[in-house]
């Protein structure tokens, strides 16, 4: 099995299962880090750093999953020629996402891996600020690594707030420019401006830590793991009925059967998995042959994002477990436009009147409606990612729908 597993809490990094790249130092300390990667390959030319993350086929372990190349050379090509015009890079280890335990994980057990993939960052844009967000353990745990370090004295430290949209790329730069981090209307991509009007890159921590690998080992060796439309590595929250968030680092394209499995998950009494956390999709357990993969999942209507699987066992109803979810995800907004502030609530609750049952058959055109409306027209994708969540539960909880419909609940009154 390709992975490497880490219960949380844990004072150390497990023995590896397999696959372990992103902990193999063993230990958080430089030493560790040093004796295991040696220093990072800080003369290499832009060019070839692009280059080699461009065939890596790396992109984003926040969520959206952006080619990391692209979004590095988009802001070193809206450079400007003065201090004032020059990129900034970020590095983001919020977890608002409440299933999700990675980048704390990662910041914790190899934080100077992710300061070196910041800094490579920084050298391929030729950015002169960096910043690293994130909670306070983590943060406490990035400080201790940067006292033993002098090329990161310069990386300037931010706590994160705990809610759900404070990881959002633009909340990001809006916490570190106004201490407030709401999502922005953006009608300009941040690689041209962001923090500042300066071009901004905005990369999760797991992907900077990739970063540093790349730079080291080089494209054929990322690849040498995963499929070809999922090389290499990444962090995986895996949770469920018995099981507490647990964090592995899995090959691209693990079966998710596998996955659960990794952790202690029976996979014979489950009902669906969530894939992709509270902005993801219901995969029904007929189908936990899929691979995480963007291609596998496509038909889902989601992708492994920043990693999160949620198992929902047999027991459960997955109209009630889903109403619990998208509540939440309504009082989550920034509640700064229509969208967050009337439409998800309302969704919520049209979706809460179908689980309690035996409501009006058109309730689930209801919801629909209200999903359409909320899609593409808020400040941020939060709407965006709610409406999918809903939308997929009405998909793969179908017999629940149509049951709870005729007033009875196929788990309590099979």
Same mark, same amino acid.
């Given at each position: 099995?390709?992975?490497?597993?880490?219960?949380?809490?844990?004072?150390?990094?497990?023995?590896?299962?397999?696959?372990?790249?992103?902990?193999?130092?063993?230990? @958080?300390?430089?030493?560790?880090? /040093?004796?295991?990667?040696?220093?990072?390959?800080?003369? !290499?030319?832009?060019?070839?750093?692009?280059?080699?993350?461009?065939?890596?086929?790396?992109?984003?372990?926040?969520?959206?999953?952006?080619?990391?190349?692209?979004? !590095?050379?988009?802001?070193?090509?809206?450079?400007?020629?003065?201090?004032? $015009?020059?990129?900034?890079?970020?590095?983001?280890?919020?977890? &608002?996402?409440?299933? %999700?335990?990675? #980048?704390?994980?990662?910041?914790?057990?190899? @934080?100077?891996?992710?300061?070196?993939?910041?800094?490579?960052?920084?050298?391929?844009? &030729?950015?002169?600020?960096?910043? +690293?967000?994130?909670?306070?353990?983590?943060?406490?745990?990035?400080?201790?690594?940067?006292?033993?370090?002098?090329?990161?004295?310069?990386?300037? !430290?931010?706590?994160?707030?705990?809610?759900?949209?404070?990881?959002?790329?633009?909340?990001?730069?809006?916490?570190?420019?106004?201490?407030?981090?709401?999502?922005?209307?953006?009608?300009?991509?941040?690689?041209?401006?962001?923090?500042?009007?300066?071009?901004?890159?905005? %990369?999760?921590?797991?992907? +900077?830590?990739?970063?540093?690998?790349?730079?080291?080992?080089?494209?054929?060796?990322?690849?040498?793991?995963?499929?070809?439309?999922?090389?290499?590595?990444?962090?995986?929250?895996?949770?469920?009925?018995?099981? #507490?968030?647990?964090?592995?680092?899995?090959?691209?394209? !693990?079966?998710?059967?596998?996955?659960?499995?990794?952790?202690?998950?029976?996979?014979?009494?489950?009902?669906?998995? /969530?894939?992709?956390?509270?902005?993801?999709?219901?995969?029904?357990?007929?189908?936990?042959?899929?691979?995480?993969?963007?291609?596998?999942?496509?038909?889902?209507?989601?992708?492994?994002?920043?990693?999160?699987?949620?198992?929902? &066992?047999?027991?459960?109803?997955?109209?009630?477990? $889903?109403?619990?979810?998208?509540?939440?995800?309504?009082?989550?907004?920034?509640?700064?436009?229509?969208?967050?502030?009337?439409? +998800?609530?309302?969704?919520?609750?049209?979706?809460?009147?179908?689980?309690?049952?035996?409501?009006?058959?058109?309730?689930? #055109?209801?919801?629909?409606? /209200?999903?359409?409306?909320?899609?593409?027209?808020?400040?941020?994708?939060?709407?965006?990612?709610?409406?999918?969540?809903?939308?997929?539960?009405?998909?793969?909880?179908?017999?629940?729908?149509?049951?709870?419909?005729?007033?009875?609940?196929?788990?309590?009154?099979?």
């Amino acid at each position: 099995m390709s992975t490497v597993e880490m219960t949380i809490p844990r004072a150390a990094v497990a023995p590896p299962m397999g696959v372990n790249r992103l902990f193999a130092a063993g230990a @958080p300390d430089l030493a560790s880090h /040093l004796a295991r990667f040696g220093p990072a390959p800080l003369g !290499l030319t832009p060019g070839q750093l692009l280059g080699e993350l461009e065939a890596s086929g790396l992109d984003g372990r926040g969520g959206a999953g952006f080619a990391t190349w692209r979004k !590095l050379a988009a802001a070193r090509t809206s450079a400007g020629p003065t201090a004032y $015009s020059a990129p900034v890079v970020i590095a983001n280890g919020a977890e &608002g996402e409440p299933m %999700s335990a990675k #980048d704390e994980i990662l910041l914790r057990h190899a @934080p100077h891996l992710v300061l070196d993939g910041l800094l490579l960052a920084a050298a391929v844009t &030729g950015a002169r600020e960096v910043h +690293l967000y994130s909670g306070p353990v983590q943060l406490a745990s990035v400080r201790r690594a940067i006292a033993e370090r002098s090329d990161a004295r310069g990386v300037i !430290l931010h706590e994160a707030p705990d809610y759900f949209v404070s990881g959002e790329a633009s909340a990001v730069v809006s916490a570190i420019e106004t201490g407030v981090a709401i999502p922005r209307d953006r009608r300009v991509r941040l690689a041209v401006s962001g923090l500042g009007g300066r071009p901004t890159v905005v %990369s999760n921590v797991e992907t +900077l830590a990739h970063v540093a690998l790349v730079a080291r080992f080089g494209a054929a060796w990322f690849r040498s793991v995963g499929t070809d439309d999922s090389p290499g590595t990444r962090l995986l929250t895996v949770s469920g009925d018995a099981v #507490d968030r647990k964090v592995i680092e899995a090959t691209g394209g !693990l079966p998710l059967a596998e996955a659960l499995g990794a952790v202690g998950i029976d996979t014979s009494r489950l009902r669906a998995v /969530l894939v992709g956390g509270y902005h993801g999709a219901w995969v029904p357990a007929s189908d936990l042959w899929v691979r995480l993969s963007n291609r596998e999942l496509e038909p889902y209507g989601t992708r492994p994002g920043a990693g999160i699987l949620v198992a929902l &066992g047999e027991q459960h109803c997955g109209l009630a477990a $889903s109403v619990g979810i998208a509540r939440y995800l309504a009082a989550q907004s920034a509640r700064q436009c229509g969208p967050c502030v009337n439409g +998800l609530p309302a969704m919520a609750e049209v979706l809460a009147r179908l689980a309690a049952g035996g409501g009006s058959a058109r309730l689930p #055109d209801e919801v629909r409606r /209200l999903a359409a409306v909320v899609t593409g027209r808020g400040a941020c994708r939060h709407p965006d990612g709610t409406a999918r969540f809903v939308l997929s539960t009405l998909e793969a909880f179908e017999s629940d729908v149509r049951a709870h419909l005729a007033g009875y609940c196929e788990v309590t009154h099979p």
